[in-house]
């Protein structure tokens, strides 16, 4: 994916204006069960403001994206171990059990089928390891998708975002051996007034030790 150098540069100024809290829900779910030192694969890590707090608490970062653009951004916050992937593809280019944890955050959202991400999730973490990850979150009879205007997605086109249910995303959990620690709502918003949000679940799970 080509992400546009304006899009690149701007991100985390368009983060900050429109509170984009994920990053820090999600590290603060996880923070009471990490250790310096442990290692945390981010899945689409873009500008790394995903890993920034697990890195700050010790952890050794390891970061796959699609854009070459923004792991160059990454880069240069001194994230070094950074790997050019699609997460649709597999296998990730990690060994088996090779990471004590793994976060995904504003990336879920663009995706209908999440397999392959679980899948590979529950492959490359150790037994008990943390996978924590946000998702649009689908509302009882709530549309499982919506197309966001491009005045929203800081690009020349509309973009479909995926919302996943609680029950789609335990079946997931379930069937790639994780168990769910906790979870959070919170709202996701597009624009800097905060008119346009949508909702968003942030899951804490554990991959079984059996
Ligand atoms: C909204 S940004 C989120 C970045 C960061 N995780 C954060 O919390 O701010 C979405 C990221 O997902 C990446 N991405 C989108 N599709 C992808 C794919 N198929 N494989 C890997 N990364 C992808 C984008 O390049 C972008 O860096």
Not at 104 to 126: D, H, T, Y
Not at 180 to 185: H, T
Not at 192 to 201: N, S, T, V, Y
Request: proline residues 4%.
């Amino acid at each position: 994916m080509d992400q546009t150098d304006e899009f690149v540069h701007s991100y985390d100024d368009e983060a900050e204006a429109t509170g984009w809290l994920g990053p820090e829900i999600a590290f603060g779910l996880t923070y009471a069960f990490v250790k310096p030192g442990q290692s945390l694969l981010d899945i689409g890590i873009g500008t790394g403001l995903g890993s920034i707090l697990f890195r700050k608490a010790g952890l050794e970062i390891h970061g796959m994206d699609i854009s070459p653009q923004m792991l160059d951004a990454c880069r240069s916050k001194g994230f070094m171990s950074l790997h050019l992937h699609d997460l649709c593809k597999t296998p990730y280019p990690f060994d088996g059990k090779s990471m004590d944890h793994a976060v995904c955050c504003g990336v879920l959202q663009f995706f209908s089928n999440l397999s392959p991400v679980f899948q590979e999730a529950g492959r490359i973490l150790k037994k008990g390891g943390l996978f924590v990850f946000i998702v649009g979150d689908r509302q009882e009879n709530g549309a499982s998708s919506i197309e966001v205007g491009a005045e929203h997605t800081q690009s020349d086109r509309t973009v479909t975002m995926y919302m996943h249910s609680v029950e789609q995303i335990a079946e997931w959990m379930a069937l790639n051996g994780f168990e769910p620690v906790r979870n959070m709502p919170f709202t996701v918003f597009m624009d800097r007034e905060k008119i346009h949000g949508l909702p968003a679940r942030c899951y804490l799970a554990r991959k079984r030790m059996g």
